[in-house]
């Protein structure tokens, strides 16, 4: 679990960067790159939920 944290930190933090190049620059590739993260973030997210749920069964 705390790998798949941590690539959710990065992708967070890669989706932030090429957001905001869009934003303020209108940087149309940077847009793109940032919906392909968050499709990726939305993936390890579902996953995070996953792991979140069986570990508090377990206990």
Do not use: D, P, Y
Request: aromatic residues 6%; positive net charge.
């Amino acid at each position: 679990m705390k790998e798949l944290v941590e690539k959710l930190s990065g992708l967070f933090t890669e989706f932030s960067k090429e957001a905001a190049s869009q934003a303020e620059q209108g940087n149309k590739a940077a847009g793109q790159r940032a919906r392909k993260a968050s499709l990726e973030i939305e993936k390890a997210l579902k996953e995070f939920r996953k792991i979140s749920i069986s570990e508090g069964k377990s206990k």
